[in-house]
């Protein structure tokens, strides 16, 4: 086989595994289920028309030149998509690194790492940018219904980005392994996806937060200290914004710098994948030391199962990331916290939702870790206990998890508006139990290092905690503002939750 | 040291999956016994042991151990027992002495007692140096020998092993055999699945051969032999004689 083809083929099978993965996430891993998901995705993307009308619809319009505040608000949205594809791709990245168990076989072949690595770069732009067009078809499409063809070149832009973000997240978790060493890398990667993913959306909050007193971040980007600061219409910055309103040269020019940096990336790189792929799999081999000899303690069964639950909790890199995100989201909520103690507004009622809804999301991914994601689930089931107690066990580290995390913003809370701070800590934990008792009902024996794939097993679990989780943020936000309505809302939702239980496999 | 009460007593036990897994089986281990449990892939070796250990239920049939209904009263039989399957499943982010110290917390033994017999039990399997590193980075061999201390740590009086060796080097196996002859010798019954054949021969006071979900053979290697009409075989043919035998009659 010639090294062309060779690579083609390499090629080839990288595209198959990706399609594969894809598949097997929209299917649940079940084959059968394929025309269900394709349907599924069909109508999820015409709803998602929707939403994407109303955010983004009155831009459709615009044309070049674009004026100050259009120009920034539509180079906005393009950074946050650049900030969410980074963030996937760095997590592509680490798990290339640390969990594709082909390494060794490629590594152990006679091909050549560098090319064999290129394609593998080449693999994650293309699904990152792929996962994105996917993505972008309801935004484009609306601004093309709304204000012509000219739009489809927003497709471009689209791919020019994703294609950037793979560059510079290869770049960045290389940059990282040869800073830090394998043993941070996984960890700090994952909090720097977390971070670059909500960190520009969060940010403008705060500058919305502390300049105007309101939690929209468009009132930054349109304001006239933004269109201020904003360079003149010819700049650089402009670029994708240009390319996006149909500007063929610019998205030209765009695409050619993103394919070089691209080719750059995979020159300087390439080479060393190998090598840091085989760093970090000897840092798998060589273990990482835990804390000193010090006394075994005493206490109850239950207690032995709940700090162990603690203690791998606390060493889980991907649930410290998405807590760590979790609190970020926090972020803006507790300034608009802040800033209200001085001028009473009413608006205040909005942080309860974000902070129920944050507390049902992170309930449903640490439930399924102490619940389903049981590594010696065979010790646990043969130690001298009923599956009761362990249960209740696992249930009370959730819940004592989300108290630790939510109470010292209720507790803020509870300064300015004790009413307030009473409902929400009731949501928290309503919404925890939700999400807690799905996650009960929809158990399946797995490891903790099959969580990426949660939401795989259960395409009705997922979707049943992520509807409870707004059903109860609206109807605590609804008990503040109109208790008629949080009536409806609260028996809304508790009758999805009773469906959800319906529907849920049985159990012995 | 043996006693004649039974540690383990299967009486009509069945399960069924696609197929019949376990056919009625009837089997008495006592106590302070060696006993191995041969048969081929499939036999249903694996799944009586998983019902013995309250991991499945059983279709029909009962368990008791040493004298517990262990269907009756689970948790009362789980206190005295202990299981290790051939995938080690063990937390890879806790180091070997968290793990035993969790595993001596769930059968509630007091701190000072299993601290002492985890430093021993890891030291004697030569986890020593190890102690203190988290278990993601060790290999198979290794994770075994952590989910056999695990096992050992609460001091079960019947130890129910499958496949223990699987995995192991030659030193690692011998260092097993030798803590497991200990326990048996301490009064302790193990009760072990293997392929080894060899190990069955060396080890067991007696063995049980499986197929089909049934006991075709039970007996010490010479009341197998004369069971069969030889005098001079080694378990290696009679096991091939035995589950030919059961295969044609199937």
Not at chain 1, 270 to 293: E, L, N, Y
Not at chain 1, 464 to 482: D, R
Request: hydrophobic residues 55%; aromatic residues 6%; proline residues 4%.
């Amino acid at each position: 086989m010639s090294s062309a083809t060779a690579l083609t083929w390499f090629a080839r099978h990288e595209l198959r595994l990706a399609w594969r993965e894809w598949l097997a996430m929209m299917t649940g891993g079940r084959r059968k289920r394929t025309r269900a998901a394709i349907i599924g995705l069909i109508v999820f993307a015409a709803i998602m028309h929707l939403p994407a009308w109303a955010v983004i619809g009155r831009y459709a319009d615009v044309r070049s030149p674009l004026d100050k505040t259009s120009a920034i608000v539509l180079t906005s949205m393009i950074f946050l998509a650049f900030a969410l594809m980074l963030s996937q791709a760095i997590e592509s990245v680490t798990r290339v690194f640390y969990a594709r168990a082909d390494l060794d076989l490629i590594m152990s072949s006679p091909a050549k790492l560098a090319n064999v690595f290129s394609i593998r770069i080449a693999a994650i732009a293309l699904t990152v940018s792929g996962m994105a067009l996917v993505l972008s078809i309801p935004f484009v499409d609306v601004l093309v219904l709304e204000g012509g063809a000219r739009w489809l070149a927003a497709f471009g832009v689209v791919i020019a980005v994703g294609v950037s973000a793979a560059a510079f997240a290869i770049a960045i978790t290389i940059g990282l392994f040869r800073l830090i060493g394998p043993a941070r890398t996984r960890l700090i990667a994952q909090i720097l996806a977390a971070i670059i993913g909500a960190g520009f959306v969060i940010a403008l909050q705060i500058a919305a937060i502390l300049s105007y007193g309101t939690l929209s971040r468009f009132a930054v980007l349109t304001s006239d200290a933004a269109a201020g600061y904003a360079p003149e219409a010819d700049s650089i910055l402009w670029w994708p914004a240009r390319a996006a309103l149909g500007d063929v040269g610019t998205l030209l020019l765009l695409l050619s710098a993103s394919l070089m940096l691209l080719g750059v990336v995979m020159t300087i790189f390439a080479p060393r994948f190998a090598d840091t792929a085989a760093r970090a799999a000897a840092h798998a081999i060589a273990g990482r030391q835990g804390r000193g000899v010090r006394g075994f303690r005493q206490g109850s069964r239950q207690q032995a199962l709940r700090r162990k639950e603690f203690l791998l909790l606390a060493r889980d890199p991907w649930l410290m990331s998405q807590t760590l995100m979790q609190l970020l989201y926090l972020v803006p909520p507790a300034l608009f916290l802040w800033r209200s103690f001085s001028d009473s507004s009413t608006a205040i009622v909005l942080i309860t939702p974000v902070i129920v809804m944050a507390a049902g999301q992170l309930s449903g991914g640490l439930a399924w870790l102490t619940i389903s994601g049981e590594d010696a689930a065979d010790l646990v089931a043969t130690a001298p206990l009923s599956p009761t107690s362990v249960i209740r066990a696992k249930i009370e580290v959730v819940l004592i998890a989300i108290g630790a995390v939510f109470t010292p913003l209720v507790a803020a809370l509870a300064f300015l508006n004790p009413l307030q701070a009473t409902v929400t800590a009731s949501f928290v934990l309503i919404g925890a139990i939700s999400a807690t008792a799905i996650q009960l009902w929809f158990r399946v024996q797995a490891k903790r290092s099959q969580f990426r794939r949660r939401q795989t097993s259960s395409r009705l679990a997922t979707f049943a905690e992520a509807f409870t989780s707004i059903g109860w943020a609206a109807t605590a936000a609804l008990a503040l503002s109109i208790p008629v309505a949080a009536i409806i809302s609260g028996a809304l939702t508790a009758a999805i939750l009773a469906t959800t239980w319906k529907l849920s496999p049985r159990r012995a | 040291m043996k006693s004649e009460g039974s540690a383990l007593r299967l009486r009509g036990l069945t399960k069924r999956f696609d197929r019949l897994a376990v056919d009625a089986l009837d089997l008495t281990v006592r106590t302070g016994e060696f006993y191995a449990l041969v048969g081929p892939n499939g036999a249903g070796k694996t799944t009586t042991l998983r019902m013995v250990a309250g991991l499945l239920k059983p279709d029909a049939g009962s368990v008791a151990i040493l004298g517990i209904d262990a269907l009756v009263e689970p948790v009362a039989a789980k206190q005295v027992m202990a299981w290790i399957s051939d995938e080690p499943m063990i937390y890879d982010k806790l180091t070997p002495l968290e793990y035993l110290e969790f595993v001596g917390g769930l059968w509630g033994i007091e701190p000072e007692a299993s601290q002492a017999s985890a430093h021993e039990l890891l030291a004697s399997l030569g986890l020593g140096p190890h102690l203190n590193e988290r278990c993601e980075g060790f290999s198979k061999g290794m994770r075994q020998k952590v989910a056999l201390a695990g096992a050992l740590v609460h001091d079960p009086r019947l130890i129910i092993l499958d496949e223990p060796l699987t995995g192991l080097d030659a030193v690692s196996a011998r260092h097993v055999k030798g803590l497991l002859s200990e326990r048996v010798r301490a009064g302790c019954t193990v009760i072990m699945t293997t392929h080894i054949l060899e190990v069955a021969e060396r080890m067991a006071d007696r063995i049980g051969v499986i197929a089909a979900g049934r006991l075709v053979a039970e007996g010490t290697l010479t009341e197998l032999r004369q069971q069969n009409g030889h005098t001079d075989t080694s378990l290696e043919d009679l096991f091939i004689a035995l589950v030919d035998v059961k295969a044609e009659a199937a």
